[in-house]
């Protein structure tokens, strides 16, 4: 069989969703390998066809499960600035929320604890 000389295109959200595997592998103990997370080739992203759902639904996995780790210094850098800008934009998202809601201590209470502790209340 003679050699592919086509490698598999690879779009934009498929790096981004392959990044947020690759945080995710090194939440179960598999050392981040840079020059791979960089490319975003995951091997649950390769010669897939992956959307905007695939990402959110990737994502709400790792924050799920940093939401349960106390201190994140441990790990990579990327995955600390990951979870620093995906804290910032929930924060950011919440507050918008809340100056819509018309009670704000109602809206407080439909709130799990990692989402009241971005907003301080």
């Not at 990044?19 to 179960?28: A, G, I, M, P, T």
């Not at 695939?54 to 979870?83: F, G, H, M, N, P």
Request: glycine share 2%; aromatic share 10%.
């Amino acid at each position: 069989m003679p050699c592919h000389p086509e490698y598999p295109s690879v779009t934009a959200l498929d790096k981004e969703i392959g990044k947020v595997y690759y945080l995710l592998d090194e939440l179960d103990g598999i050392p981040l390998n840079k020059t791979w997370w960089s490319s975003g080739m995951h091997r649950n992203v390769t010669d897939k066809a992956l959307d905007e759902h695939d990402l959110r639904k990737v994502a709400a996995e790792l924050c799920r499960r940093l939401q349960k780790i106390e201190d994140v210094s441990s790990y990579s850098t990327e995955l600390q600035q990951w979870w620093d800008e995906h804290k910032k934009a929930d924060r950011l998202r919440l507050e918008s929320e809340m100056e819509f809601a018309a009670d704000r201590e109602k809206f407080l209470q439909f709130l799990n604890d990692y989402e009241r502790s971005l907003l301080n209340a």
